[in-house]
């Protein structure tokens, strides 16, 4: 013991005392640590050339769009592929907006949720409910979307005709997409949750704390970083979200700066054009698929620098 | 670069699968996915008779021109026809296999099927946005003595690229020429109002639940579904109900012969009984290819098809092509030669 199995390899001679036997089993050994070491960081550093090639072709398919459009590639306000007018403006905004609405619904869910589960929800529940939040994240998001155009859709115009036409819209979708990141939220809220020392709260409910007390000065500060990181996972699921967006977002190609009417978001757009793509638009798609890449990393980058300012305000 | 290394490895891999694809008497194809219905149909019973399967991955009319392009595929389809100097340029040729027709259809509380009366105009001016209440004059003028209500209108449209997207925005512009300037036709176009539905279901679920909708979806859904369909206005002034026959009557009148690489939509035809928005289905092959058994096996499947596929493409609501057409279509293919020669004698 005390000795690294780095030093074993190299001078052997040190173990006093080790048998050949041992030895030869430490060499293994040391072997098998590099054989391993090796192959973790060759899977860690293909994940960043996977993401790196990803970024590099979409944007070397994309170049067309971005030289022959220019500028008009991102102030275009309609996307009419017929007529190789090609403007970004509705998608992103499309995007932007559903995931903001997204976001606003499902956090304060979420986090109810899991403040639920952790401080109030009477032991025996707490196993069935959990399990039922992350079933709700293993249901495919084609059935979200059946259920957004079948169900939530003819809801919403029956219901407010006045704000909801046509049922679907950008405002429908962000629904859509609130319901689908819910489980995210809460499953990574409440795991961190229940992370905090069982002292910790004990002490705050022994001073006299209330339930919302203990919750908001003592967890909530204890595992903001694990809450913002839940929130960044759900945004950045609803930002690329694809395959239910689009049976709900009234898939109009015009800017218009609605929150409930029709729209379109990136992911969707690609999703329906690109099979049947070829040429400037085909290339104009795959842009805007590299535009994603680059606003989702810009989201999330925000939200990181968010994160630490808050944590120096508190320091 | 780069670029070069990832065709390269996708033709490889393309090649490859194609390869075991066709190593068992398989006629391999991709494309349009609106003539699919028909095509396997064909296949299946083709099948029974000589044991020669077909491999068509409907993909979408794009997908096919590109394979095809790429010669990963034997036959490509599509449904808009493919422009004759485009043809040129890839050393293609194209006919038509089998047609269809795109069909409006309402949801409008009290009226019965076809009892909307319509004109092309009109109905360009309603995917416009311009009319948008169905009591508004100009629909009034078409349906006198039909109590409209005084809804509001929500066109529905197809949000993907689509053959129906590019026969239903030609017809538009065809009859309408400030929905030519300002919309256009193709697969995919911004339409200014309404809402886009996914596929022919989703046209029609989104038609369904909205008072006051109007969609476009092909005959064969339509049918099937016993959707309220519009009575539309033709060319020759008259109107016309969506069918067979409406179908068969626009592609009696086409002129195939005359039409430069068989480039021909066959909306807006003449004759009294036309149904304005008809189309055929096309198929697109080398006129230099580099397996001439390929070839010649799928030319035997098509003149199969055109002999004895009407019966099976009329029980799916498609319009087989007519004889005249075939024979024609037949006559062409000698312009298809291999390695040794003529492929189709």
């Known amino acids: 013991m005390g000795y690294t199995m780095k030093d074993a390899s190299v001078s052997p001679s040190h173990l006093l005392g080790a048998e050949k036997g041992e030895l030869q089993m430490l060499r293994r050994n040391g072997r098998l640590d590099r054989l391993f070491s090796g192959s973790t960081f060759f899977f860690a550093v293909t994940v960043l050339v996977l993401l790196g090639a990803i970024m590099v072709t979409l944007f070397i398919s994309g170049w067309p769009a971005f030289s022959e459009l220019g500028a008009s590639f991102f102030t275009g306000t309609r996307w009419a592929a017929n007529v190789n007018d090609f403007g970004i403006l509705p998608a992103v905004y499309g995007t932007l907006v559903t995931s903001f609405i997204a976001i606003l619904v499902a956090v304060p869910i979420s986090f109810g949720i899991a403040i639920f589960l952790t401080e109030l929800c009477p032991v025996f529940l707490r196993r069935p409910l959990g399990t039922m939040v992350e079933l709700l994240a293993g249901v495919p998001s084609i059935i979200y979307g059946m259920w957004g155009m079948e169900v939530l859709a003819p809801f919403l115009q029956r219901h407010l005709p006045d704000v909801f036409p046509a049922g679907t819209g950008l405002t429908t979708a962000g629904l859509i997409l609130a319901v689908m990141i819910i489980p995210f939220i809460t499953a990574i809220t409440r795991d961190v949750m229940v992370t905090v020392p069982p002292m910790l709260r004990e002490s705050a409910y022994g001073l006299g704390c209330t339930t919302w007390e203990v919750v908001r000065n003592v967890v909530f500060p204890s595992v903001r970083a694990g809450m913002v990181g839940g929130v960044i996972l759900g945004l950045?699921?609803?930002?690329?979200?694809?395959?239910?967006?689009?049976?709900?977002?009234?898939?109009?190609?015009?800017?218009?700066?609605?929150?409930?009417?029709?729209?379109?978001?990136?992911?969707?757009?690609?999703?329906?054009?690109?099979?049947?793509?070829?040429?400037?638009?085909?290339?104009?798609?795959?842009?805007?698929?590299?535009?994603?890449?680059?606003?989702?990393f810009i989201v999330l980058a925000i939200a990181r620098l968010m994160l630490r300012r808050m944590d120096r305000s508190k320091a | 670069?780069?670029?070069?290394?990832?065709?390269?490895?996708?033709?490889?891999?393309?090649?490859?699968?194609?390869?075991?694809?066709?190593?068992?008497?398989?006629?391999?194809?991709?494309?349009?996915?609106?003539?699919?219905?028909?095509?396997?149909?064909?296949?299946?019973?083709?099948?029974?008779?000589?044991?020669?399967?077909?491999?068509?991955?409907?993909?979408?009319?794009?997908?096919?021109?590109?394979?095809?392009?790429?010669?990963?595929?034997?036959?490509?389809?599509?449904?808009?026809?493919?422009?004759?100097?485009?043809?040129?340029?890839?050393?293609?040729?194209?006919?038509?296999?089998?047609?269809?027709g795109v069909v409006p259809v309402v949801n409008l509380a009290g009226l019965s099927k076809g009892e909307l009366h319509?004109?092309?105009?009109?109905?360009?001016?309603?995917?416009?946005?311009?009319?948008?209440?169905?009591?508004?004059?100009?629909?009034?003028?078409?349906?006198?003595?039909?109590?409209?209500?005084?809804?509001?209108?929500?066109?529905?449209?197809?949000?993907?690229?689509?053959?129906?997207?590019?026969?239903?925005?030609?017809?538009?512009?065809?009859?309408?020429?400030?929905?030519?300037?300002?919309?256009?036709?193709?697969?995919?176009?911004?339409?200014?109002?309404?809402?886009?539905?996914?596929?022919?279901?989703?046209?029609?679920?989104?038609?369904?639940?909205?008072?006051?909708?109007?969609?476009?979806?092909?005959?064969?859904?339509?049918?099937?579904?016993?959707?309220?369909?519009?009575?539309?206005?033709?060319?020759?002034?008259?109107?016309?109900?969506?069918?067979?026959?409406?179908?068969?009557?626009?592609?009696?009148?086409?002129?195939?012969?005359?039409?430069?690489?068989?480039?021909?939509?066959?909306?807006?035809?003449?004759?009294?009984?036309?149904?304005?928005?008809?189309?055929?289905?096309?198929?697109?092959?080398?006129?230099?290819?580099?397996?001439?058994?390929?070839?010649?096996?799928?030319?035997?499947?098509?003149?199969?098809?055109?002999?004895?596929?009407?019966?099976?493409?009329?029980?799916?609501?498609?319009?087989?092509?007519?004889?005249?057409?075939?024979?024609?279509?037949?006559?062409?293919?000698?312009?298809?030669?291999?390695?040794?020669?003529?492929?189709?004698?």
């Open chain 2, 118 to 345: 319509l004109d092309g105009a009109t109905l360009a001016d309603i995917y416009a946005g311009k009319i948008t209440e169905w009591d508004d004059k100009r629909i009034k003028a078409l349906n006198a003595g039909v109590e409209l209500p005084d809804t509001k209108i929500t066109p529905v449209y197809r949000a993907e690229g689509s053959g129906t997207n590019f026969l239903f925005t030609h017809y538009l512009s065809e009859v309408s020429e400030s929905f030519a300037k300002t919309i256009g036709e193709g697969k995919s176009v911004a339409w200014p109002a309404g809402v886009g539905a996914k596929a022919n279901a989703g046209v029609a679920s989104q038609v369904a639940q909205t008072n006051g909708g109007i969609g476009y979806v092909e005959f064969a859904y339509a049918k099937q579904n016993d959707l309220n369909y519009v009575t539309m206005k033709n060319k020759a002034g008259k109107f016309v109900a969506p069918s067979i026959e409406s179908f068969k009557a626009a592609a009696g009148n086409a002129d195939w012969k005359h039409a430069p690489g068989m480039y021909l939509v066959l909306t807006n035809q003449p004759g009294d009984a036309s149904w304005p928005i008809t189309g055929a289905s096309f198929i697109l092959m080398h006129l230099n290819v580099e397996d001439p058994a390929a070839a010649k096996r799928a030319l035997t499947f098509f003149d199969w098809a055109y002999s004895n596929g009407s019966d099976a493409a009329e029980s799916l609501d498609y319009v087989p092509m007519p004889a005249n057409v075939a024979d024609m279509v037949r006559a062409d293919w000698k312009r298809i030669k291999g390695a040794d020669g003529q492929v189709w004698k």
């Open chain 2, 1 to 100: 670069m780069f670029k070069r290394v990832a065709a390269t490895l996708l033709t490889a891999s393309l090649t490859l699968g194609a390869g075991a694809a066709m190593a068992g008497e398989t006629i391999t194809g991709a494309g349009a996915t609106f003539p699919y219905p028909v095509y396997s149909k064909w296949a299946d019973a083709y099948q029974d008779e000589t044991g020669i399967g077909m491999n068509y991955q409907a993909i979408g009319s794009g997908g096919g021109i590109k394979q095809i392009t790429a010669k990963t595929v034997t036959f490509g389809a599509s449904d808009a026809p493919m422009k004759p100097a485009d043809l040129k340029k890839n050393g293609l040729m194209q006919w038509p296999m089998v047609m269809g």
């Open chain 1, 236 to 296: 950045g699921r609803a930002l690329g979200e694809t395959m239910a967006v689009t049976f709900v977002i009234g898939n109009n190609l015009f800017y218009k700066a609605t929150v409930t009417g029709q729209g379109t978001s990136i992911a969707a757009l690609i999703a329906n054009q690109f099979p049947e793509a070829d040429g400037l638009q085909r290339s104009a798609l795959l842009a805007l698929g590299f535009l994603l890449f680059v606003i989702t």
